[in-house]
């Protein structure tokens, strides 16, 4: 059985930036372990898998030890993957996930995630995190994630965190964010416990970075930089109980698994 697949870049215009993600247009689903398999041989932070139901596109992310119940660069990187790749003509793609319904739209030459909003809470533990961060922590949130708010973009660049202490927390990430110096906000994810020592671009850890952001500095429209190394730009909209994501996608390869 050979299957095909497409390495995309996502929130980026170019090649070797942004997050990337392998995408998997499938006839059926596959065993869990084998997609499981799958996404640990490819070893990127996240392999998307796709099969058309009755309803519409089901998508099911993994990391390289996990599923996940959501990811914004696997799915703004499957519908690229649908639109430029397999010809769907349609200007939006509606997903079926385990987080409900997404979608992912064309608009003003970008791609627009339509995600859930999430919205952070004060949450204990400073100083525990603090300590795991190596950094000082000006306020301590949570959402789906844990989202640590640093003084400034400086000290958010020049994170090092204690990977083993952060696995240990009980969260599947941290998020450590400031306001930006060049866009409104900048951020980083370190998801250890997950198996992602830090992703490039995390679409989804802005559903609740948005909302958050958005209360601080009273605008509804945010440009925001994941500032990894390898370094991302991304376009958020704040929209009732949504938040629209928007960036651009890049196809670096193609081709197929081989699995006689």
Known sequence: MQLEFHQIDAFSDRPFAGN?????????????ALMQQIAAEHNLAETAFLVREEQGWRIRWFTPSTEVPLCGHATLASAYVLMEIYGEAAQRIDFLS?????????????????????????????????????????????ANELLAVLESEKAVRECRPDLLALAQLPWPGVIVTARGDSHDFVSRYFAPAIGIDEDPVTGSTHCCLTPYWAQQLDKQELTAFQCSPRGGALFCRLEGERVKIGGHARRIASGHLHLE
């Open 98 to 142: 385990r987080s409900g319904p997404l979608s992912v739209s064309r608009e003003g030459g970008l791609l627009w995630l339509d995600f859930p909003l999430r919205s952070p809470r004060s949450q204990g533990g400073l100083e525990t995190v603090a300590q795991a961060l190596g950094v000082r922590v000006v306020e301590l949130l949570g």
């Open 20 to 32: 990337p993600a392998m995408v998997y247009r499938l006839e059926s689903w596959l065993s869990d």
